[in-house]
């Protein structure tokens, strides 16, 4: 597990600072930064500031990314579900699902780009989350 995790901040160790991700000093990103290399690029400027030492270690922040992974893949899966069971309590429902989809991509499952044609798809969805909202 550790191995995995440790991956990840490496990865992030890789975008931080480079291709287009905002640097220490900087208050705009030109495009989405990870929380990870958000935490890497924040110690390095208190880093400038302070001490100059990082808030955490390497290990503690491999784990917090990791955690931070497994708590947001434990939200989708516990939601995606929610909804099958709700699909599969109610059919009618499921029907009209299905003939949305099939309408907008009827030869295989439609991508990430597809989804604001799929607004019953979408009003199923937001059905689940405000039936099972998240615990704090």
Known sequence: MFEEYASYLESAQKLSGKGGVATPGQNKPTRFRCLMTKILEDGLEEEKDKSGKLGFSSDQLAYLGGGLLDAAVDTTWASMMSLVLYLAAYPD????AYVEVTRISP?????GDGLGDLPYIGACLAEIL?????TP
């Open 93 to 96: 429902v499921q029907q009209k």
């Open 130 to 134: 405000r039936l099972c909202p998240p």
């Open 107 to 111: 030869d295989q499952s439609p991508g």
